[in-house]
């Protein structure tokens, strides 16, 4: 009975220690408030240019706290099925920072960009070039995009692009009616 | 009861770990106005510092974002969020040893960030005295530089980097078997002695102001560089008679000799080994089709030019991005192709594309070089070129943008001739595989691997030979035209005698020198 008497003790002592350890993050502040907004999302089209999608998505006001959104909104492809989605369909988006000097930070993960993705080229630019578009049409004052894989600078996605200093828009890759 | 027991106990490990996983604590912030409290958390045996307390102390401040927090001082911004081991500022990244904590909606960070950020926001430097618990932030001490040692080997040659807290003076001494560096004002050593274990450098010591790299042989030799932004002093290292590093090719015996004109050409099989590259529906790797167009490329072209020719891969081997760049730099080549075929997820997609370096990643680059080239010239009125050496490898490809623009024309225009290729024309994007390189340089992609039907074609020996000679024909009249433009080699004569040829010096200008 002593011993199930220290038991208890120590179960409830445990359960106190988690309660006041685990605290769940909380830096969702005031500005995670959200309100109906329509993005243009970058899709490749069968011309195999990268062509807008708009869509109206629910975003935080603040565009910090837009911008992870709509990267995420990109990685869940076009809903018209005539438009390809060219990152990898197991791609997260860990993040995505706006820097002041216009520079945007985009930082991806997932298994196949993890294990390393089995792309061609022409399917990598468009995949780096969706999202440097569609960040670049959404925000403005982001000027230029730097992505990362894991938090960390990558070489490349599949091989082929430099990924190794802020990407700008390349017109050339958009179809002209979606520029 | 037994049971009882022994549950109690992993009950007792898991609240001891969680405990010790995160525990709240005081500590002192010790900054040049005087001494504050500063809430630290100790977690996975590492001390987290509030950011808020640290950064309102100093007159900034850390406001939250959807991602993170942001972090401004002195009008600089660093941006760190909960997922990351790495904070933003400007273009540059904070390495931390783990991502920050945030605890009631307030970040908690590494020393590291602090030091990472306050250098570059305020001149002022970090330290963490453990024992003690106080963090001290003060200004960079310029009269006592400190010093870091990196030593890595690259492709045979060990790159002993010395990074500096500040530009300072320097001499350096060769003995038999060392190389001294002697600083002319006072350095913090961060140790005193470190055994490496690399072919060419065996100790480095710090004795008074001296670092002394201990070479593990006599005929080591050395050739030393200064970087700006943070300030280092490279010493690149290697053995006298180096051949070329390991995992190059031999040198084919007959080495032209170093004359203006193409005399040594890099074919670059895409992908190899692990990184198999495009896959088709009928499962052809990209990377054994490059290989095997590649080793037929290189026996036409040597046959054809007369050029020395060399792949970059023989086999199914892994080869880098930069190392390709690297290998077709150290035979000091004068024309490099890079050979992939294409694969796109829209299905149809057909026909074949050649690209040179797209300005935009050279542009970014040369503004790079243009600022490391201003504050070298502040700080060190005769500092050499060779300061810009890494900065100028990665801008290699700029000075030849012009010659790989002819050349990727005359690669695509050969593929056009092909019967039913379809022209999708010459393009510039930022391929890592050509920012490196110090000559003219093109990456054609033959076919799409991931149509079927052109995936069939790759695996047809006809095929094949029209494109071999396709790209052979484009080698070759990029070679004549190239060695006309430069003098090496006469113009046929003009059709209309009144029509003079274009002058030498204004041709000369925009072709390669070596």
């Known amino acids: 009975m002593k011993n199930r008497a220290v038991l208890i003790l ?137 992505i990362l894989v894991n938090g960390t600078p990558a070489e490349t996605l599949g091989g082929h692009i430099a990924l190794d200093r802020p990407l700008t828009p390349m017109s050339e890759l958009v179809d002209p009616r979606a520029r | 009861m037994k049971r009882f027991a022994l549950l ?60 993170g927090f942001k972090v401004t001082l002195n009008n600089v911004v660093a941006a760190f969020g909960p997922d990351s081991r790495f904070a933003v500022v400007r273009d540059d990244l904070i390495e931390m040893p783990l991502p920050p904590v945030i605890v009631d909606g307030k970040p908690f960070v590494s020393a590291q960030f602090f030091a990472g950020f306050l250098s570059r926001a305020a001149d002022m430097e970090v330290s963490w005295d453990g024992t003690a618990r106080v963090l001290t932030v003060r200004p960079q001490q310029h009269n006592v530089t400190g010093v870091q040692v990196n030593v890595a080997n690259v492709q045979g040659t ?142 036409s072209l040597a046959a054809k030019t007369g050029a020395r020719v060399v792949l970059t891969r023989e086999d199914d081997s892994v080869v880098s991005l930069d190392q390709r760049t690297a290998i077709a730099n150290q035979y000091k080549a004068d024309l490099f192709l890079s050979v992939h075929m294409n694969a796109a997820v829209v299905k149809g997609a057909r026909g074949s594309e050649t690209y040179f370096l797209s300005l935009e990643a050279s542009d970014e680059l040369a503004k790079k070089a243009a600022e490391t080239e201003n504050a070298s010239s502040k700080t060190t009125p005769n500092a050499s070129s060779s300061d810009l050496k890494l900065i100028l490898w990665d801008l290699a490809q700029q000075t030849y943008l012009n010659e790989s623009s002819k050349f990727a024309t005359d690669v695509q225009e050969e593929m056009n001739a092909i019967a039913g290729i379809q022209n999708r024309g010459v393009k510039q994007a930022p391929f890592k595989v050509l920012v490196g390189a110090t000559m003219p340089a093109a990456l054609v992609e033959v076919a799409f691997i991931s149509n079927p039907d052109e995936e069939a074609k790759l695996k047809d020996d006809a095929f094949l030979a029209t494109v071999v000679d396709a790209l052979t024909k484009a080698v070759v009249r990029y070679k004549t035209d190239y060695e006309t433009r430069i003098g090496v080699i006469q113009p046929p004569a003009p059709a209309r005698p009144n029509v003079a040829p274009p002058p030498a010096s204004t041709t000369t200008a925009t072709t390669t020198t070596k």
Request: hydrophobic share 40%; aromatic share 6%; glycine share 6%.
């Open chain 2, 158 to 299: 060990t790159k002993v980097v010395i990074t500096l807290t500040a530009p300072i003076d320097y001499s350096i001494v060769k003995d038999a078997q060392m190389y001294t560096i002697r600083f002319k004002t006072p350095i913090r050593a961060p140790y005193t002695d470190q055994a490496h274990e690399d072919p060419n450098v065996s100790h480095t010591t710090f004795a008074g102001n001296d670092l002394k790299i201990q070479l593990t042989a006599p005929d080591v030799v050395g050739d030393a560089y200064r970087l700006e932004n943070p300030f280092r002093v490279v010493i690149d290292l290697r053995k006298a008679a180096a051949a070329p590093a390991q995992g190059m090719p031999a040198l084919p015996p007959s080495r032209p000799i170093e004359a203006p004109g193409i005399h040594t050409i890099v074919i670059d099989p895409g992908h190899g080994g692990k990184d198999v590259g495009a896959l088709g529906p009928a499962g052809t790797q990209e990377k054994d089709a490059t290989l095997t167009l590649c080793r037929k490329l290189a026996t």
């Open chain 1, 10 to 146: 120590v179960l409830s002592l445990s359960l106190f220690t988690c309660k006041k350890k685990t605290t769940p993050p909380s830096n969702l502040g005031a500005q995670n408030q959200v309100v109906p907004r329509t993005v243009r999302l970058y899709f490749e089209s069968p011309a195999l240019l990268l062509t807008a999608e708009q869509r109206s998505v629910q975003l935080p006001q603040n565009s910090a706290g837009a911008m992870p959104a709509v990267v995420r909104e990109l990685t869940k492809g076009a809903t018209n099925p005539a438009l390809a989605r060219s990152l990898p369909p197991d791609t997260v988006v860990r993040g995505a920072y706006l820097l002041p000097d216009g520079s945007a930070f985009v930082d991806l993960g997932g298994v196949t960009l993890t294990q390393g993705w089995q792309a061609g080229s022409h399917e990598e630019l468009m995949a780096v070039y969706a999202i440097v578009q569609t960040v670049t049409a959404n925000f403005p004052e982001a000027k230029k995009v730097r």
């Open chain 2, 8 to 67: 109690a106990i992993a009950v007792l490990l898991a609240a001891a770990s969680i405990g010790l996983a995160q525990q709240s604590s005081q500590a002192t912030l010790r900054t040049p106005a005087g001494d504050k409290p500063l809430p630290t958390i100790h977690q996975n045996l590492m001390t987290f510092f509030s950011a808020t307390d640290v950064i309102t102390a100093l007159g900034g401040a850390v406001t939250p974002d959807a991602n």
